[in-house]
């Protein structure tokens, strides 16, 4: 998805300063912020109170804030508003959530590895895996040999000569 007229204008309005843009980007991604700081706590099996997500969901808001709106000003608008954030909130959970470690919980290689799959990356990477195997039993002909795909085969020629 890509960035929307609306979202570009938001964040234009909140690196200049305007107040009620600010309140406006807040209320609009409370939630989706809520709900990625609970998400990374589940993901490694932590139960946070509401206190706790309360504390790491205005870390996520003055993390943006931070330095000027740093973090803000790095988004080039190549997804949505929202993705980004998502990845933003995701980093700095996962950070504060680590350094919150109890006995009982994963470590932190564990959370690294959790914090990957939250992102999706194990599950695309698992149905590449499925459908490269599916296209390899599908290119077989029925007595086991591999039928050629077109992109191993040799391009057509306009040439008739060079087809020899």
Not at 90 to 102: C, D, E, F, P
Not at 119 to 134: H, V, Y
Request: contains cysteine.
């Amino acid at each position: 998805m890509s960035l929307s007229t609306l979202d570009r204008d938001l964040v234009r309005d909140c690196l200049q300063g305007d107040d009620a843009a600010w309140r406006t980007f807040c209320e609009r991604f409370a939630g989706l912020i809520t709900q990625v700081v609970e998400q990374s706590a589940l993901a490694f099996e932590m139960a946070i109170d509401e206190s706790t997500r309360n504390e790491l969901v205005t870390e996520v808001f003055s993390s943006i804030v931070d330095r000027n709106f740093t973090l803000l000003r790095r988004f080039r608008g190549e997804s949505s508003l929202a993705t980004y954030l998502t990845i933003v909130a995701r980093r700095i959970a996962v950070k504060r959530l680590q350094g919150m470690k109890v006995p009982g919980t994963k470590s932190s290689s564990e959370i690294a590895t959790h914090s990957t799959a939250a992102a999706g990356t194990e599950l695309r990477i698992d149905n590449k895996l499925r459908i490269d195997n599916q296209l390899r039993i599908d290119n077989q002909s029925p007595s086991g040999q591999a039928v050629p795909t077109p992109s191993a085969t040799k391009p057509l020629s306009p040439n008739p000569e060079e087809a020899h």
